[in-house]
């Protein structure tokens, strides 16, 4: 009798760890979506900083030494912070993936011990 409540209870636990597995679930969904969005950003960062190059050498290449010369720190400054928010962008997508990866084996994990427990218990239950 024992046994029956001790399985009863543990199968209570199980089907009330179920909702947060599924909101753990979403929460893997929206980090995807968010590593998707990370990638178009990351692109287009990617495509900003080559065309401001190509402008930056163009300009360079057109005007006076004079006028160059005071935008040419600014310009650099720019070249450097877009440089570090595409890196920070792309580090942020390998955290992400990292994260989701170590969650989806957990969670496979997971299912697959409350599904081991799960099977032996039932075999245990109805050899009574």
Known sequence: MKQR????????????????ALASEQQTSKLKALKTKLHEIASNSNDAIIT???????????????????????ANDLVDCANNLHRTVIETIN???SCTSVIAETRAEWRESQLGIT???E?????F
């Open 5 to 20: 409540h001790d399985d009863t209870h543990h199968y209570q636990q199980i089907m009330s760890a179920l909702p947060r």
């Open 52 to 74: 401001f190059e190509l402008s930056y050498s163009d300009f360079s290449a057109k005007s006076n030494p004079k006028t160059f010369a005071s935008l040419e720190k600014s």
């Open 95 to 97: 955290q992400i993936d």
């Open 119 to 121: 099977l032996s218990r």
């Open 123 to 127: 075999r245990e239950w109805y050899s």
